[in-house]
């Protein structure tokens, strides 16, 4: 198929159009089009993956055609193994959403379902966007419908909480337009493999790198712009949580990989010691935050902050540990092997993925107690296991996941960012394994206080187990969780030689004079 | 011979997981049918591969089954490695897993979660068969965290009991400090030698010698006791051991299998595995020593002071694995894999046979409520008695071969502090009769102490919890004496272990070592023997003879019996300063930090100030044409005057 991005695209953003149109008052058949365009479109972004050829870094699929001539910006798509997995992640993501949200959501059911159709097109866009001013429409535009999600169907303080994700984003992508504008001026070009060409000198590319950094970090979150993603994650629905973490955390961490990275190296590499210890600030002093929660959510979304903090260390740990000598040769630094910089980016690339299935899982966890009980503190249940066991074996298994037992995706990414940290540093290492045992705490504590324990409210012990439809979502999750940690080679493989190709690129400067 | 060793594996986790699936469905019956057969064919052909390999030479396989990641020139796969320290922990591991399967039909019987706990057992014997087959450190890893979780499910199997679920936790959390270290040391393998491969690892190991880390120490020692930290964490070896007696608030099966007889000897086994690295610093092995000798000692003592019967087996557990440890600090490896084997036969059999007089009273667990059982319960008295007479090292039996060659290697071994580390060992024997004995007699011996209306119905448990027991009986006994001289002087173990010639211990054991039988004869003029004797008839006097004397003592030395009730302060000192302290700390980077600085100052402060801005300029738009044109031409002048001087007037020019 040429024009299998463009499908992903449209297909559901159009769908979700259509599904506006169904109209609110005819939600069965708004929910049963919603959830067919949403398995179309995971059937069809599978595609991507078996056609995908391992062997090459150039982009795949790619669809070009010009936009607006004027500025010489294109309509251009193309992915390559760095993107792939994350429109996977992204197709597969809105179909639990669309699901879990099936007798749920009794308010404008048509509406719902439209805003995650829609977000799911926008997003797919900016994994596949290879030109910058098409990436930015996609990436501004994916705030309105999780502006809408959340404003519409939050919680009680929901539109303070709305306002402030929207704003902290905003604010954060608008020096990211200005850099764009700044390299288009420069080379004028908007196309991203442009910019990866242009030549910047350090000052340069030191505020393009800020400017970016803003955005991306506003984004995945980390310390210390993390503050609007909790407030965002307590108010948002199940559905609006699920895709912020799962996906739209994403979107910051893939920008590094496709923007800071390549686009400024010199800085990334100058920088590089800066995001290193915001990364383990994120680790360890999030940790201990998220260990004092008493609401849910929010203890699950400290720590995604925590576990997001993995993606940034795993990339930004590569420039302590390679280097490029005068004459183009990788060297390592302290006798470092080229495959620690390997496990730095690729571990990163494996937590986005993991975090995508454990936070979902979650959040859906969460969201499950919540349906019943409408509560998300953690003092209104204990003793969970005793009326739904079924439940509770899911919850543990994804607990577990999420303090990286071996087995699961979650110790992975984890397992691997270590490994390669300790190359760099051994002091990096240190404080990033310290979610071993901060993750657990904080993790297995709240399993202790929700799941075991005798039961104290009355109104636990009426629960009704998980029904088959949560039990399929949780289900699914579960076997995605596990095989990822019992075979993630699968994944390595496709993003391996994108990767060695970033790797190539964040080493070599683009400092004029000194190419 | 891959697919023995495959069967072997999944087994047990075929079973769990069809069992942990349709549990109810299957029902009672048919659930502890199909995981006690899983069990039972890996014990059958784990004795296959024990034969092929110890008892044939076999040669070692070593082979990967699946890629597990591939990057770059890194390959890490899962695969296995078996040669006869393999083989040996495989038919450990499978008989005390399969004697406990049997035994938990009766254990369970009444539980509600009797499928679920099925489930679970096996899943651990699939966790701990993944652990010991490993051929590198990712596996490894697995399988050691794998072990960890189904632990901490199984303590708190009883998830209504707080106590269970806070021990489970604690249990957890604790292993994970150990694997922390772990974690790093299995980094610093990876950095050194570019692999995870335990073969591959091992063939270079001379490339990291005369490497330093961090300003001065040598990597190896690092590298070392990082990995001996994860050992530490599963093996309870002080600081670490505080999970330990919490853990029996698990049924009592896992007790036997998980916190006795298996899974807290994956610390001696991997220290074992990678003897190749710890040979190369002294340093290291010199604090694998000591540690293991202040586990031993002390940690014996606390068992005197303990009255439920669980928890004294559980520290004298915790001493038996410092006995261990001890061993391997000297180099005496195969002595310490010996004392294991012994270990986990008569432990499991004297927790199982707690366990049967657990179920006889009703789960009543104070040994001060019992006392004369033996003529109700002669089965589990006369396999208890000989538990205990291996434990304490009577000679002849298992525990009396594996123990006295652990003094004596300890006795050989010249590393810094070995005649501290041989006093500690030599005290413990003291201490361990003492404590087995006590155990034995308040229970068995003297008048009974149980309630009259439990006293009517008692008798001996059935027969699925008699057979286990007398069939660990045997190796109970035989096993020190029957292995002893292939074990530790015949090479059974040459092929996995390496030891540097210059710590030497075990080779002056086996210069003095003439036959199993020459050794029980000898016995009466060792000190290990009269100290035995000494904790036995102590032990008598105290309990059976003047248990008015053992008031006394008390009364007397309050201060020591105030710190031994205590637990020398560990629980209090975690409780106060990474409990209470971690909430603290979370609290105040909570609340100060994140809400009150970034949040409140920073975030809501700029859309304050940007209220506040607004409010203040809003005068300025009046709506007066006239008001707008002087600031217009204030504005223009101002700018125009910046321009002039800026271009030092040369606009005039």
Redesign the interface.
């Known amino acids: 198929m040429d024009s299998l991005l463009s499908i992903l695209i449209w297909l559901p953003i159009l769908g979700g159009g259509a599904v506006l149109l169904i109209g609110n008052e005819r939600s069965s058949t708004a929910k049963w089009a919603s959830a067919v365009i949403s398995v179309l479109v995971f059937i069809l972004s599978i595609n991507l993956f078996l056609d995908f050829d391992t062997s090459t870094s150039a982009m795949q699929f790619v669809e070009k055609m010009s936009w607006i001539s004027q500025f010489n910006i294109f309509y251009h798509l193309g992915v390559d193994g760095i993107s792939m997995p994350l429109i996977i992640l992204t197709t597969f993501s809105t179909i639990l959403v669309i699901i879990a949200g099936w007798e749920v959501i009794q308010n404008r059911v048509a509406d719902y379902m439209a805003a995650f159709l829609m977000m799911e097109g926008i997003i797919i866009g900016v994994f596949s966007a290879m030109d910058s001013m098409l990436y930015y429409v996609f990436w501004e535009a994916s705030l309105i419908p999780m502006l809408l999600i959340i404003g519409v169907w939050g919680g009680q303080n929901r539109v303070y909480a709305a306002i ?1 994700f929207f ?2 984003t905003f604010l954060g992508s608008v020096f990211m337009l200005v850099s764009l504008i700044y390299m288009y001026n420069l080379g004028g070009s908007f196309a991203i493999s442009d910019m990866h060409a242009l030549p910047l000198t350090l000052v340069q590319q030191g505020w393009i790198f800020w400017a970016f950094f803003l955005a991306f970090a506003v984004k995945v979150p980390m310390f ?1 712009v993390h ?2 993603l909790p407030d965002a994650h307590v108010q948002a629905p199940t559905g609006g949580s699920v895709i912020l973490a799962a996906i739209m955390l994403k979107m910051g961490g893939y920008g590094f990989f496709r923007f800071s990275l390549p686009i400024t190296p010199d800085a990334s590499s100058y920088f590089a010691f800066v995001v290193i210890v915001l990364s383990l600030i994120a680790i360890v ?1 999030i940790g ?6 008493k609401d849910m959510k929010k203890l699950i979304a400290y720590s995604s902050i925590s576990h997001m903090g993995f993606v940034t260390l795993g990339v930004f740990a590569l420039f302590s540990i390679m280097k490029m000598d005068s004459s183009g040769e990788l060297i390592s630094i302290a006798g ?5 910089a ?2 730095g980016l ?1 571990g990163a690339m494996i937590q986005m993925v993991s975090h995508g299935f454990i936070s979902a899982a979650m959040f859906l966890v969460v969201g499950v107690l919540y349906d019943r009980l409408h509560s998300r503190e953690i003092s209104t249940y204990g ?1 969970v ?2 009326s739904m066991p079924k439940f509770t074996g899911f919850a ?1 298994l994804f607990a ?1 996941a999420n303090a990286g ?3 699961t995706s979650g ?2 990414g984890e ?1 691997m960012v ?2 390669g940290a ?2 760099a540093n ?1 002091w990096y ?2 404080l990033a ?2 979610t ?3 993750g ?2 904080y993790t ?2 709240m399993v ?1 206080r929700v ?4 039961v104290i409210n009355p109104e636990v012990s009426k629960l009704n187990d998980i029904n088959a439809r949560e039990f399929g979502i949780l289900a699914v999750l579960a076997v995605a969780v596990l095989w990822m940690g019992i ?3 699968p994944v ?2 496709v993003m ?1 030689v994108s990767i ?1 190709n970033l790797l190539e690129q964040a080493l070599t400067t683009k400092i004029p004079g000194m190419l | 011979m891959l697919n023995i060793y495959l069967t072997i594996v999944l087994a047990p986790l075929i079973g769990s997981v069809l069992v942990g699936l349709a549990g109810n469905r299957l029902g009672r019956k048919l659930s502890h049918s199909i995981t006690i057969l899983g069990v039972a064919v890996s014990t059958v052909l784990s004795l296959y591969v024990f034969n092929h390999h110890v008892l044939n030479n076999g040669d070692v396989f070593n082979q990967n089954i ?9 390959n890490i796969s899962v695969g296995f490695l078996v040669d006869n320290l393999t083989s040996v922990m495989l038919v450990v591991v499978s008989f005390v897993s399969l004697m406990v399967h049997i035994y938990t039909i009766g254990y369970m019987h009444e539980d509600k979660g009797y499928t679920k706990f099925f489930s679970y057992i096996s899943l651990f014997t699939f966790a701990m068969f993944t652990l010991v087959i490993s051929n590198n450190f ?1 596996q490894l ?2 399988g ?3 072990v960890g ?1 189904v632990s ?2 199984l303590i ?1 199997f009883w ?2 009991k ?1 106590s269970a ?2 021990a489970n ?1 604690k249990a ?2 604790v292993n ?2 150990g ?2 270290g772990f ?2 040391g ?3 393998v ?2 050194f030698f ?1 692999t995870l491969d335990y073969a591959e690892a091992f063939s270079q190991k001379d490339q990291i010698i005369g490497q330093t ?2 300003g001065g120490f040598s990597a190896i020692t690092v590298v070392c006791l990082l990995l001996f930290v994860g050992a530490m964490g599963k093996s309870a070896q002080v600081p670490l051991h505080v999970w330990l007696p919490g853990s029996m608030e698990g049924p009592t099966p896992i007790s036997a299998l998980i916190h006795a007889a298996t899974m807290v000897t994956a610390g001696i086994f991997m220290v074992s595995r990678m003897s190749p690295l710890f040979e190369l610093s002294d340093v290291a092995l010199t604090v694998v020593m000591i540690i293991g000798a202040v586990t031993a000692l002390f940690m014996g003592l606390l068992g005197i002071v303990q009255n439920d019967i669980k928890r004294v087996v559980a520290y004298s557990t915790l001493s038996q694995l410092g006995y261990m440890t001890v061993a391997l600090g000297v180099s005496a490896y195969s002595v310490a894999i010996f004392h294991l084997m012994t270990h986990a036969f008569f432990k499991a059999l004297l927790f199982l046979a707690a366990g049967s007089v657990i179920v006889a009273l009703h789960h009543e667990q104070d040994i001060r409520k019992m006392g004369g059982l033996r003529k109700k319960m002669p089965i589990t008295y006369i396999t208890s008695l000989l538990g205990t007479l291996a434990l304490i090292g009577f000679p002849g039996f298992a525990g009396f071969y594996s123990k006295d060659m652990i003094i004596e290697a300890v006795h050989y071994s010249d590393l810094p502090f070995a005649g501290w580390a041989y006093l500690a060992v030599l005290v413990g024997v003291f201490i361990t009769a003492f404590y087995s004995l006590r155990l034995l007699f308040l229970v068995f011996h003297g008048e009974s102490r149980v309630d009259s209306h439990t006293e009517e119905h008692l008798h001996e448990t059935g027969s699925s919890i008699t057979v286990p027991l007398i069939l660990l009986a045997f190796p109970s006994v035989v096993i020190g004496y029957l292995t002893i001289e292939p074990m530790l002087f015949g090479g059974w173990l040459d092929n996995a272990i390496t030891i540097d010639p210059s710590h030497h211990a075990l080779a002056e054991l086996k210069d003095h070592f003439y036959s199993a039988f020459a050794l029980l004869t000898h016995s009466v003029v060792t000190p290990p023997f009269w100290m035995m004797v000494g904790g036995a008839v102590s032990a008598w006097v105290f309990c059976l003879y003047r248990p008015d004397w053992a008031d006394q003592i008390q009364s007397r030395f309050k201060r020591t019996n105030y710190v031994l009730n205590s637990l020398y302060g560990f629980d209090r000192l975690n409780d106060i300063v990474f409990v209470k302290g ?2 603290k ?3 105040l ?2 609340k100060i ?2 809400m009150t600085l ?2 409140k100052v ?2 809501n402060g700029s ?1 304050k100030l940007a209220r506040y801005l607004g409010v203040l300029i809003r005068p300025v738009q009046t709506g007066y044409v006239y008001h707008y044109a002087f600031f217009m031409i204030v504005s223009l002048m101002l700018v125009l005057g910046w321009v002039l001087i800026a271009s030092d007037y040369s606009f005039f020019s």
């Open positions: 402030k704003l902290y210390p503050t609007w002093y201990f935050v998220a260990l004092v929660q470092a092997s080229i495959e620690s390997y496990l690729e003793g296991v005793n543990v577990m037992l071996p087995g110790f992975v397992f270590i490994l300790l190359q051994f290492a240190f394994a310290m071993l045992i901060v657990a705490a297995l504590w202790k799941f075991w324990g005798p075979y993630p080679q390595i493989e391996h060695a | 699946y890629t597990w990641m591939q990057i770059g020139g890194l990712m890893f697995f050691w965290e794998a979780l901490y499910l708190g998830h209504h707080e679920i806070e936790l957890f959390l994970r400090v694997d922390f974690l790093l299995i980094a610093f990876l950095m570019g880390l961090f971690s909430v700390l979370g609290n980077l909570w930090s994140d970034i949040d920073i975030v859309a």
